[in-house]
């Protein structure tokens, strides 16, 4: 079992940056690719950022890549978000989950079905 919860969302202006964390409870932390999805109203829940159980792989969407960083810490059951050059589009929930599979091979999955930990959500919001 593990537990997740965000933190860290807010608002800030388009060309800014904002980090949000992800806090996982449970002793398996380390076992599990961990995934960033948004979902902006309306819209499907779409996938951001993933990184491996190890943190050796990381993958992105195309719509971010470049200026978003995503990253563990396994000795904190923690997974981070850096997002720079924010745009009004990046607007949205923003959740963490953990993959279905410990120690997963490769390639990171980007569908939601294979994600079966989710957090709540933390809300960010880009103003023009």
């Known amino acids: 079992q593990v537990q997740l919860v965000e933190s860290g969302g807010g608002l800030v202006q388009a060309g800014g940056s904002l980090s949000i964390s992800c806090a996982a409870s449970?002793?398996?932390?380390?076992?599990?690719?961990m995934g960033w999805f948004r979902q902006a109203p309306g819209k499907e829940r779409e996938f951001v950022a993933g990184i491996s159980w190890s943190g050796g792989r990381t993958s992105y969407a195309d719509s971010v890549k470049g200026r978003f960083t995503i990253s563990r810490d396994n000795a904190k059951n923690t997974v981070y978000l850096q997002m720079n050059s924010l745009k009004p589009e990046d607007t949205a929930v923003y959740y963490c989950a953990a993959d279905r599979t410990p120690f997963r091979s490769q390639p990171i999955r980007r569908s939601i079905n294979e994600y079966n930990y989710w957090g709540q959500g933390t809300q960010v919001t880009v103003s023009s």
């Open positions: 449970g002793r398996t932390f380390s076992s599990y690719t």
